[in-house]
């Protein structure tokens, strides 16, 4: 891995019939994140991450099986679910994902749908800085306030006289 890219020890649970492996990758700089995993033969292909100002959109493409792989794929694969997890920096602003947790967009899987004719995409959105409705709360209160202190000044000025 390059430097400022860790991977976190793998953890596995077992329960009767079923195995979860988890492996969480964590990067210092999104832009190592874009350079490493542009190369091809690496587990976190086909990802695409682009910042635009306070923007950050990601997409992972799983690309169809040939009909060789996606015919063991659907024949031993199942039962199997591919989870995905996502924290990013913000608020989520989109997402194709299965739920949300805080930050963090969780996809949930089955591997022929991962692979399924015209493949799959995993899609999120996440914006950061103040949002817009902080901003129209801002600006109804100030609205508000100009229009007591109306209300206050024609109440209490005195009769012209």
């Not at 210092?28 to 490493?36: A, P, Q, R, Y």
């Not at 129209?136 to 209490?156: E, G, H, N, S």
Request: positive net charge.
């Amino acid at each position: 891995l390059p430097a400022g890219v860790t991977l976190e020890p793998l953890k596995e649970v077992r329960q009767s019939e079923r195995v979860e492996v988890t492996a969480v990758y964590k990067f210092d700089d999104i832009n190592k994140l874009i350079g490493w995993a542009a190369r091809t033969d690496l587990p976190l292909n086909n990802i695409s991450v682009s910042r635009q100002g306070k923007q950050l959109d990601f997409t992972r493409r799983f690309s169809a099986l040939d009909k060789e792989d996606m015919e063991a794929v659907q024949k031993y694969g199942t039962d199997v679910t591919a989870v995905f997890k996502l924290t990013g920096p913000g608020n989520i602003s989109s997402h194709n994902g299965t739920r949300v947790d805080g930050n963090t967009i969780i996809w949930e899987i089955k591997a022929p749908e991962l692979y399924q004719a015209g493949g799959k995409s995993l899609t999120a959105q996440f914006n950061w800085g103040i949002p817009v409705w902080v901003w129209a709360l801002i600006a109804f209160v100030v609205f508000d306030m100009v229009v007591v202190a109306i209300v206050l000044t024609k109440k209490f000025r005195k009769p012209a006289g």
